[in-house]
């Protein structure tokens, strides 16, 4: 059997179609899109085609609204800094979650480097942010609020569109990184009612190095890196052409496909989640049963060292995660787990398993057959 890859919120293949759409700007269509010759203007086309695409995927008012970066690290640093940047007149204070990726949580700790101040609000055992904690943190010198949509662990999805009017209640910008929820479920920059959003094409079968960030039309916003007058002045830097072009065909397809593909992946979760729960004692569920994304599950095998299972699994043929792909290695629990009140060694004996589109039933049969003879073992040697 070929590896099994349950790693879909690390990062997802590049799909066929994809692969198909960017291949060109490789070679033939190699224009800069900022040039008048023709060669430039189709590059120009490809690059406001993409546009309107991820503008449609996300339900915004205008294409406009629409700008590209290099990824979902580039959007948060750059929604949260320039954001802050550009409305610190109101005051020098952040509001965001303790379980927000390290793009968010680290931008803020620098920021308080610079004198800002930082409310992290606590979350609930799922990892749900309460409304009224945000409703407390809120500030007449509050200049931002920051809240993820969905979170890369454990899978939560946040009440964002009842947080981003509590936020404006009180006359702040909202952003969400919104990495993980792009097209995963529906996500529309409208009816959430947000200023600024992050996305990135790697995380829906996208290519990586690619992301872009949704600035509602009005927003004031300072720009982070300074040079040419790309992305209407507000991002400079020439086109990555193919990237952008990869971007618009991978949020296309990953919308055209989402109902079909979030009840097939979310059904080989469950048959997962239901399966070890059966086979293996001592387990833990982290995160919520409902209002969670369709591919994750988090477990703790209390017990054992998700390091360790994490190794064994990628032995046998199966790539999961232990905690965040960005984490892994350091030794410091999921500051996630930590958040929704495991302790030490429950969230040091965690695994994620990120369920995809290319995942079958057939895979997932194999993994409950292996997991756990991997996990008996390793309590065995009490690894
Ligand atoms: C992956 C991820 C990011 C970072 O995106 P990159 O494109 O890899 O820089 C940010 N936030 C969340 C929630 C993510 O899952």
Known sequence: MDRIYLDHAGTTPVTPSVLQAML????????????????????????????????????SASAQEIYFTSGGTESDNWAIKGGALASSA???????????????????????????????????????VSPGDLQKAMRKDTALVSIMMANNEIGTIEPIAELAEIAHADGALFHTDAVQAVGAIP???????????????????????????????????????????????????????????????????????????????????????????????????????????????????????????????????????AGSACTAGSLDPSHVLMAIGRDRDTAHASLRMTVGRENTQEEIDEVLRILPEIVEDLRRMRL
């Open 24 to 59: 060109p700007y490789f070679s033939e269509c190699y224009g800069n899109a900022s040039s008048i010759h023709s060669t430039g203007r189709d590059a120009r086309k490809a690059v406001e085609n993409a546009r309107r695409q991820v503008q449609h995927a996300l339900g």
């Open 90 to 128: 109101r005051g020098r204070h952040i509001v965001t979650s303790a379980i927000e990726h390290h793009a968010v949580l680290h931008t803020c700790q620098w920021l308080e480097k610079q004198g800002w101040e930082v409310t992290y609000l606590p979350v609930d055992a799922e990892g749900f």
């Open 187 to 321: 996500v529309d920059v409208q009816s959430l009612g947000v200023d600024m959003l992050s996305l990135s094409a790697h995380k829906f079968g996208g290519p990586k190095g690619m992301g872009a960030l949704y600035i509602k039309k009005g927003t004031v916003m300072e720009r982070l890196l300074h040079g040419g007058e790309q992305e209407r002045h507000l991002r400079a830097g020439t086109e990555n052409l193919p990237g952008i072009v990869g971007l618009g065909e991978a949020l296309r397809e990953a919308t055209e496909e989402m109902e079909e593909k979030a009840l097939r992946v979310s059904g080989l979760r469950d048959r997962l989640q239901a399966g070890i729960l059966e086979k293996v004692d001592r387990v833990l569920v982290n995160g919520p049963q409902t209002h969670r994304l369709p591919g994750h599950l988090n477990l703790s095998f209390l017990g054992i060292q998700g390091e360790a299972l994490l190794l064994r699994m990628d032995l046998a043929g199966i790539a999961a995660s």
